[in-house]
């Protein structure tokens, strides 16, 4: 797939500076406060600190994202910024550039000639009149040869983004199960012993490290799951 060259900018959509202040404050203050009463800590375990800063560290990746995210519209290509990457796809390989077909939804999400499915960041598609101004872009730079998507085209595509989004919402759900579970146990079903003696209990040693290492385990096999019954449901 071809991506845009033309560096000049002609729209530029991410979230409003209010949003962003509250969500870093909101998130990151907290996460201060946590790491300036854990790494001075000589008590602590190392094991203990070292979860605990890989968790603080996932806040702050999505304090970043927030900050990154943005949809950048070019005379020749779209760009996506995420937390990692940016990308670009021309508009001659953008299929459909419609609202998500979500009454409780206001993204506006793209399909590429690749049959993938996004959303387009920066609150683009609560702006009806930026929605109107992007696709008035597209239509003008699309070229002459574009033709519409096959309706199995944009069903196989909608499906795949499900699973992706379904996959998160058990990976999330799992995991904020699986550390409220390590708590609670580690608070009611732990040996007393251990915190008489103002020691960290073994089962909360690592548990910076358990929503992590749930979220990315059951998200992969999710997607997988999901993505599998796709296959299988188009097999005659």
Do not use: C
Request: aromatic residues 12%.
């Amino acid at each position: 797939m071809e991506t845009g060259t033309d560096g000049r900018v002609i729209r530029k959509y991410r979230l409003r500076l209010a949003p962003l202040v509250f969500i870093t404050l909101f998130l990151g203050l907290p996460g201060i406060s946590l790491a300036r009463w854990i790494v001075p800590e000589d008590d602590l375990p190392l094991t203990f600190k070292a979860g605990m800063l890989v968790l603080i560290s996932t806040v702050y990746l999505a304090i970043i994202w927030f900050w990154r995210a943005a949809t950048i519209v070019y005379p020749d290509h779209i760009a996506v910024r995420q937390l990692f990457r940016t990308r670009r796809t021309v508009w001659s390989d953008v299929l459909s550039i419609e609202m998500e077909n979500n009454p409780a939804s206001s993204r506006m999400m793209l399909l590429d000639r690749e049959g993938r499915l996004f959303a387009l960041p920066g609150g683009v598609g609560a702006q009806a009149r930026e929605v109107r101004a992007i696709k008035n872009i597209w239509e003008r730079s699309r070229g002459g040869g574009w033709t519409p998507p096959a309706e199995a085209t944009v069903l196989a595509a909608q499906y795949r983004a499900w699973a992706r989004e379904s996959a998160i919402v058990w990976a999330i759900f799992l995991t904020v199960g699986s550390f409220l579970a390590m708590v609670v146990s580690g608070l009611v079903l732990n040996t007393r012993s251990e915190w008489e003696n103002d020691e960290i209990p073994w089962l909360f040693q690592a548990i910076g490290f358990v929503p992590v290492v749930v979220f990315v385990a059951v998200y992969q096999v999710a997607v997988r799951l999901l993505r599998r019954r796709q296959h299988t449901a188009y097999v005659p």
